[in-house]
């Protein structure tokens, strides 16, 4: 399933090339001659197939639909329609002449990050920041200190009650039944709702009393359906049932004061976060590691973790991920109160903000570690991490892959957005001797085209 040669057609002859009528100092057109896409068909060709089903899609076209999506903070689909109207799109795409119709249906995005995973997925983050460094925008001494933080990704839930979940769940199963063709004894499809609806106004009344009566009675309809389901379930119906008997009755066994509850049906991974916020006490989702520069502030690494882990606990990992991707040594950690009594050993040197009796420089640096916070805010505005729209069917194989491919993208779009603006701002005189770099690539690419015509 590897991407096949293109097969130029004569018609093509005729046509304007994009490189021709585009502006080369733009800076997408800059950035798509700089950026290494051999380096992703070298790491993801061990994810494709070269003898069985059609030919697949080229690896440069999903990488830099990748790119574009997490820079721009676009849905699947919006992506792809904005491909048919931005030329400079299609051109850092690899597309030599302008298109007219789709490339590819939105829910082929679906199916190669399931493919590539999280892990590969990393690699759009690592070469982004080996292309800032070529172009000069991120110095090698820039990434020995780094800044640490974490912050909260939310997944795309409605705040869960108990009766929510009592009247979703009863739902659930009575669908599911419908389907198999089991006659259940009442579906209580009419005062289910009636009840949720009625509990929601008795609580914005401050009527406690009578709300929570309608929510025992919600509790009430849920038992009674999943009794009804299970005492009808033949054996060999069990097993297509599991998955959906157990996460019904641990929302029906489960006590406000426990641990580990579940707060959603389509996503079980789904933790609830308390990080001290006056104007959100509560945020239902996952907690994000996210390490930078501490002088321009480059996404260095970011990882979503599952467990609602202690923040000191998290920065061993964060900064083993920031090595790797950086691929050199840091030196000196700057991190907030929150991460005392953290259980890093590496060689680098922690500093916890608050600190007393330091020198000029380093509490200069340590000052500098509140430029983290705009960042994160950056990463939630503009590149998706505020909320996460990957469930299990739309981003992995499982709910938590979707939340650590969701949050890769945001870093890598936070830095793609970077590098534009580096482009965009930088002098002319520097300007001049890219495009004269690019000329002397396109004559080169013109003599191969001439030599394989002939040879055609």
Request: glycine share 6%; charged share 25%.
């Amino acid at each position: 399933m590897k991407a096949k040669p293109k097969i130029r057609n004569q018609e093509n002859l005729f046509k304007s090339r994009l490189d021709q009528i585009l502006n080369n100092k733009h800076p997408l057109f800059v950035l798509a001659n700089q950026i290494d896409w051999n380096f992703f068909e070298k790491e993801f060709g061990d994810y494709y197939c070269e003898d069985n089903g059609r030919p697949a899609l080229p690896i440069r076209l999903m990488v830099g639909i990748h790119y574009l999506k997490s820079a721009y903070d676009a849905s699947d689909e919006s992506v792809v329609y904005s491909f048919l109207e931005n030329p400079y799109w299609q051109y850092f795409l690899g597309y030599e002449f302008f298109q007219h119709s789709f490339p590819f249906d939105p829910a082929t995005l679906v199916r190669w990050r399931q493919r590539i995973g999280s892990e590969a997925m990393e690699m759009l983050l690592h070469e982004l920041l080996e292309t800032a460094q070529r172009m000069k925008f991120l110095k090698p001494s820039d990434m020995h200190r780094v800044t640490v933080d974490t912050t909260v990704q939310e997944k795309a839930v409605t705040f869960p009650t108990d009766g929510k979940l009592y009247n979703k769940g009863r739902e659930l199963l009575v669908e599911k039944a419908q389907e198999e063709g089991i006659n259940l004894r009442q579906t209580y499809s009419r005062l289910g709702p009636r009840a949720s609806i009625m509990q929601g106004r008795y609580g914005r009344a401050r009527q406690y009393k009578r709300a929570q009566k309608q929510q025992k009675n919600l509790k009430n309809y849920f038992g009674r359906v999943l009794r009804d389901v299970e005492r009808k379930l033949t054996p060999e119906q069990y097993p297509e049932w599991e998955d959906l008997l157990i996460r019904c009755h641990r929302v029906y066994n489960q006590k406000r004061s426990d641990s580990n509850k579940l707060y959603s049906f389509h996503a079980s991974e789904v933790e609830c976060i308390s990080k001290g916020k006056v104007h959100k006490k509560y945020e239902f989702g996952c907690k994000v590691s996210v390490v930078t520069t501490t002088r321009d502030n480059w996404v260095l690494g970011i990882q979503a973790m599952h467990g609602n882990p202690y923040d000191g606990h998290t920065l061993a990992s964060a900064i083993t991920q920031a090595e790797i991707m950086a691929d050199g040594v840091i030196d000196t950690v700057f991190v907030d109160r929150g991460y005392r009594g953290h259980d890093y050993e590496g060689e680098a040197e922690v500093h916890l903000a608050g600190k007393k009796r330091i020198s000029r420089s380093l509490k200069r640096w340590l000052n500098r570690r509140n430029a983290i916070e705009p960042v994160i805010g950056h990463l939630k505005t503009d590149n998706g991490l505020d909320r996460n729209y990957l469930n299990p069917a739309n981003g992995g194989g499982r709910g938590e892959e979707g939340d650590r491919i969701n949050a890769i993208l945001a870093g890598c779009g936070f830095n793609f957005r970077k590098v534009l603006r580096a482009i965009l701002f930088v002098p002319d005189f520097i300007q001049v001797k890219i495009a004269q770099m690019w000329q002397v690539t396109r004559n080169i690419d013109s003599w191969n085209r001439t030599v394989q015509m002939q040879a055609a």
